[in-house]
C-alpha cells in the first residue's frame, strides 16, 4: 500500500505570513486587495504544499476557505438598494481579512525592529578589549543570507514542477527509500560548494521523487538555519540561486 510520506515544516508562520508575503510579492494594495488573483496564488502555494504531502496546518485550510468564501461574496451583483445611505454603509467583504493583515503587519515590523535591536546590543560590551578566537571565527560564517523567504522557496518548487512536468504521482513505483535528513544536507552542502558561482535551485532535484523532493527542501532548510547556504534572487520570480556561506 502507498502510504504518504508526511512531514511538518516549522519555517512557515502562518497563513496571515503567506498572505503578506504575496500582497509585498506583487505588490497588492493591502487597502484594495484583488480577491482573485490573492486567492489563485494562496491556493497554488496549497497545492504545492500538498504535492510534497507536507503536513498542512488547519489554520491554511481555513484561511483557503476564507478567501474563497470572500472572493465568492465579491463576484455575486451588488443589490438595487433604494435606500442610498443603506448602500453607502454596505459591507466590503474584504474589510474583516484586511483589518488582520495590518494589524499583523504591525506587529510584525515592530517584532523585526526589537529583533535589530536585540542583535546591536549583542555587540555591545562592557569589559575591556579581548581577543576572542571563537567569536571572530563564528562572525566570519555569519554572512548576510539573500532577501530570499520560504515562500520564494516554496514557489519555486512549484514553478519547477510546472517545468519538468513532474505530474502526480511522482515516483513510478512504490517503494520505501530511507534518506537520512543528515546524508542529504552533506549532499546538498558539496554540490553547493562546487558551484562556485552559485547552484540554480532547481538543480538540486534532480529525480522526480516526492521522498527525495521533501528531504532535499528539508535539507535545505536546515542548512540555511546552521548557515551553512543561502539563497538569493535578483528580482521577484527571477531564477533562485544557491550559494555557500564559504563563497
Same mark, same amino acid.
Given at each position: 500500500?502507498?502510504?504518504?510520506?508526511?512531514?511538518?515544516?516549522?519555517?512557515?508562520?502562518?497563513?496571515l505570513d503567506l498572505l503578506l508575503h504575496l500582497i509585498n510579492k506583487f505588490e497588492i494594495? /493591502?487597502?484594495? /486587495?484583488?480577491?482573485?488573483?490573492?486567492? $489563485?496564488?494562496?491556493?497554488?502555494?496549497?497545492?504545492?504544499?500538498?504535492?510534497?504531502?507536507?503536513?498542512?496546518? &488547519?489554520?491554511?485550510?481555513?484561511?483557503?476557505?476564507?478567501?474563497?468564501?470572500?472572493?465568492?461574496?465579491?463576484?455575486?451583483?451588488?443589490?438595487?438598494?433604494? %435606500?442610498?445611505?443603506?448602500?453607502?454603509?454596505?459591507?466590503?467583504? +474584504?474589510?474583516?481579512?484586511? #483589518?488582520?493583515?495590518?494589524?499583523?503587519?504591525?506587529?510584525?515590523?515592530?517584532?523585526?525592529?526589537?529583533?535589530?535591536r536585540e542583535e546591536k546590543a549583542n555587540q555591545i560590551f562592557t569589559r575591556s578589549p579581548?581577543?576572542? $578566537?571563537?567569536?571572530?571565527?563564528?562572525?566570519?560564517?555569519?554572512?548576510?543570507? #539573500?532577501?530570499?523567504?520560504?515562500?520564494?522557496?516554496?514557489?519555486?518548487? #512549484?514553478?519547477?514542477?510546472? +517545468? $519538468?512536468?513532474?505530474?502526480?504521482?511522482?515516483?513510478?513505483?512504490?517503494?520505501?527509500?530511507?534518506?537520512?535528513?543528515?546524508?542529504?544536507?552533506? %549532499?546538498?552542502?558539496?554540490?553547493?560548494?562546487?558551484?562556485?558561482?552559485?547552484?540554480?535551485? %532547481?538543480?538540486?532535484?534532480?529525480?522526480? &521523487?516526492?521522498?527525495? /523532493?521533501? /528531504?532535499?527542501?528539508?535539507?535545505?532548510?536546515?542548512?540555511?538555519?546552521?548557515?551553512?547556504?543561502?539563497?538569493?534572487?535578483?528580482?521577484?520570480?527571477?531564477?533562485?540561486?544557491?550559494?555557500?556561506?564559504?563563497?
Amino acid at each position: 500500500m502507498n502510504q504518504a510520506y508526511q512531514v511538518k515544516l516549522d519555517a512557515f508562520e502562518g497563513p496571515l505570513d503567506l498572505l503578506l508575503h504575496l500582497i509585498n510579492k506583487f505588490e497588492i494594495d /493591502i487597502y484594495d /486587495i484583488p480577491m482573485a488573483e490573492l486567492t $489563485k496564488q494562496y491556493l497554488d502555494y496549497i497545492h504545492t504544499m500538498k504535492r510534497l504531502e507536507l503536513n498542512i496546518a &488547519s489554520e491554511y485550510l481555513v484561511m483557503a476557505s476564507t478567501l474563497v468564501a470572500i472572493k465568492s461574496q465579491m463576484l455575486l451583483p451588488k443589490q438595487d438598494l433604494a %435606500d442610498e445611505e443603506a448602500e453607502e454603509y454596505q459591507e466590503d467583504p +474584504r474589510e474583516e481579512l484586511m #483589518g488582520r493583515l495590518i494589524e499583523y503587519r504591525k506587529y510584525k515590523e515592530a517584532a523585526s525592529k526589537l529583533k535589530a535591536r536585540e542583535e546591536k546590543a549583542n555587540q555591545i560590551f562592557t569589559r575591556s578589549p579581548t581577543v576572542f $578566537k571563537e567569536l571572530h571565527q563564528k562572525q566570519k560564517n555569519t554572512m548576510v543570507p #539573500g532577501e530570499v523567504s520560504v515562500y520564494d522557496m516554496l514557489n519555486a518548487l #512549484g514553478k519547477m514542477f510546472e +517545468r $519538468k512536468k513532474w505530474n502526480e504521482p511522482l515516483d513510478t513505483k512504490v517503494s520505501r527509500t530511507e534518506i537520512p535528513i543528515e546524508q542529504r544536507m552533506t %549532499d546538498v552542502l558539496k554540490m553547493v560548494r562546487k558551484a562556485k558561482k552559485g547552484i540554480a535551485f %532547481d538543480q538540486l532535484f534532480p529525480y522526480p &521523487s516526492r521522498t527525495h /523532493i521533501v /528531504i532535499t527542501f528539508i535539507a535545505l532548510l536546515e542548512l540555511m538555519k546552521d548557515r551553512e547556504v543561502y539563497c538569493k534572487q535578483e528580482h521577484h520570480f527571477d531564477t533562485l540561486y544557491v550559494f555557500s556561506m564559504e563563497e
